[in-house]
């Protein structure tokens, strides 16, 4: 049974490039979110998705970044125009739908690390 | 959404127990408590989760007064592989309020 799978795991990007993450969550998990660590804080999160709808996305900034959780396959971040602010630790995480007694349980991915050069 | 607050560090020696208190005081109704451990350049990883009085696990405790305002995790006899930052959550996924929110976490260090 895999776990959230997050790739790449480490992502170079230049000033003013597109910066995609992508996100499988575990087999069954409907729910999705993204949070992102910078150096030395906490997890601050920024979006949540349920399969094709975004259902909050008040920690996202307003330009620049998307997040989409398709039918079919993975759930993605995009940034564009990355700028050097934006280099961080990207994690999704998963959770079950309607699994009693474990409301608020996310499963959380490796992460994504992001290097805006 | 309920705030939580954390120490910002705690030190400990192996085979100690080590208690790790979180204050939630805007908790509401439908929120549970959950616990994530966090190392260096890894996903944080489920503790423990709880709604009231008391949860036990293989790995932890978590104690929870009867107004919910705050709880407490416990390690029992710590070893030097817990030395990693622990993260009170406070919410619900099942609603449309599927945000919960992160604490700055607790770094525990745990000597020899």
């Known amino acids: 049974n895999a776990g959230v799978m997050q790739n790449p795991r480490h992502l170079v990007r230049r000033r003013g490039q597109e910066a995609r993450l992508r996100c499988s969550p575990v087999k069954g998990h409907s729910h999705v979110y993204w949070y992102r660590q910078l150096p030395e804080e906490g997890l601050k999160f920024m979006v949540y998705l349920q399969k094709e709808n975004i259902i909050d996305e008040s920690g996202m900034p307003k330009e620049r970044f998307s997040a989409e959780f398709p039918k079919e396959g993975p759930s993605i971040l995009r940034i564009q125009q990355v700028v050097r602010g934006d280099s961080a630790a990207y994690f999704c995480a998963s959770s079950p739908l309607g699994t009693p007694g474990l409301d608020g349980t996310q499963y959380f991915g490796p992460g994504t690390r992001l290097l805006v050069l | ?112």
């Open chain 2, 1 to 112: 959404l309920a705030k939580t607050t954390q120490p910002i560090s705690m030190d400990s020696y192996e085979g100690q127990e080590v208690n790790i208190t979180c204050s939630h005081n805007n908790i509401a109704t439908n929120d549970y408590i959950t616990w994530y451990q966090q190392f260096p350049s890894q996903g944080p990883r489920f503790i423990i989760q709880g709604y009231k009085t008391k949860v036990t696990n293989e790995v932890a405790s978590l104690f929870i007064p009867a107004d919910r305002k705050s709880s407490t995790l416990s390690l029992p006899r710590v070893s030097l592989s817990d030395t990693a930052v622990y993260y009170c959550l406070v919410g619900a996924s099942n609603t449309n309020a599927g945000k919960s929110t992160f604490g700055d976490g607790t770094t525990l260090t745990v000597k020899p």
